[in-house]
């Protein structure tokens, strides 16, 4: 250890207590507000963010638990173990909120403006960010193994996870970036409304790949040895604060203030031109995953009638805030 006040403790550093409640209290708080605005606005595709943020509360309450136990033990790593493993991973749920989200967007918009379909997106890049977060998880938990050979793996597995997932959030972000320019150049002032999610959405991505970046860095630079890590970013505390914490509340604080299911419909499939995208089913094995989806487009131009819960079509109902639309046009 490398202060003497910790010889005791499972830190190479003295952790703060009163900064471990602080951002306990600030995600304890942020997972109520967006448990309520999921559950007002229906919004339940939020559950990735709602996960996410679950974890943040975890992993601090267990940090606090950590702090008071491995001073006494520093055996008992049981609480750090969960804590690391909560931390690590709760930005990757964001993450996948965040693709979710841009998915939404295309739909609405219009997803010929996308380089990618918005399926795919959806699919393919929450079921990469969810190998993401496993692979994260499962290599934390290799941390708190007595083997420096474990120890060291597990470290290695953890870079490369994050590499990974800094190069997937590099990729989402040049796809966002051509959509929302696209799609700005045919729609222009008939997205003005919307304009405040895509702010919304970049500023909260580059929040999140600068810590992905932090975490990186971190765990390129550690060594391992028979005394503990070592290395300046995992013997200061503050820079845990600065670059993984700090803008993991930034962000979900965005997300609450500019919240997502305020801009979009509720029901997915709802274009900005009034014509709605009904799924077909697929037929193919791995369709789901693969096939791009098939759409019959029922025109509501025509003979489509405001009401306050949908847009009606004939025999089709379409339930919907049609009020939304009506801002849009």
């Known amino acids: ?134 692979t994260q998880g499962n290599a934390a938990g290799l941390l708190s193994s007595e083997s420096l050979m474990t120890i060291r793996v597990g470290a290695y597995i953890i870079t490369v996870a994050l590499a990974f997932q800094v190069v997937l959030m590099m990729y989402f972000l040049y796809i966002t970036i051509v959509f929302d320019t696209r799609s700005h150049r045919v729609l222009r002032e008939k997205r003005k409304s919307i304009q405040p999610l895509f702010y919304c959405i970049y500023i909260t991505t580059m929040l999140i790949l600068l810590r992905s970046i932090y975490r990186l860095i971190e765990y390129a630079t550690i060594k391992y040895t028979t005394t503990g890590p070592s290395g300046y970013t995992v013997n200061t505390e503050w820079i845990l604060f600065a670059f993984d914490s700090g803008p993991v509340a930034v962000s979900c604080m965005i997300l609450a203030t500019i919240y997502p299911a305020q801009y979009l419909p509720h029901r997915k499939g709802l274009r900005i031109d009034g014509t709605y995208e009904e799924q077909k089913p697929s037929t193919r094995v791995w369709g789901f995953l693969w096939k791009r989806k098939q759409y019959r487009t029922i025109d509501n131009s025509k003979s489509a009638t405001n009401q306050s819960f949908g847009i009606e079509t004939g025999s089709q109902s379409v339930p919907l805030e049609d009020r939304m639309l009506d801002s849009y046009r």
């Open 1 to 134: 250890m490398t202060n003497g006040d910790t010889d005791h403790s499972a830190y190479d550093y003295n952790p703060s207590k009163p900064a471990a409640w602080s951002f306990l209290g600030i995600f304890t708080l942020l997972f109520l507000v967006h448990a309520f605005q999921a559950l007002k606005l229906r919004s339940l595709w939020a559950w990735p963010l709602i996960l996410g943020l679950f974890l943040e509360v975890l992993g601090f309450s267990m940090r606090y638990v950590s702090i008071i136990t491995t001073i006494h033990s520093a055996k008992d790593v049981g609480p750090l173990v969960i804590s690391q493993i909560s931390i690590i991973v709760a930005p990757a749920c964001i993450a996948a909120y965040l693709y979710m989200a841009v998915g939404r967007m295309m739909s609405f918009l219009g997803a010929e403006h996308s380089p990618v379909s918005h399926n795919i997106l959806t699919r393919i890049f929450v079921i990469a960010d969810y190998v993401s977060i496993s």
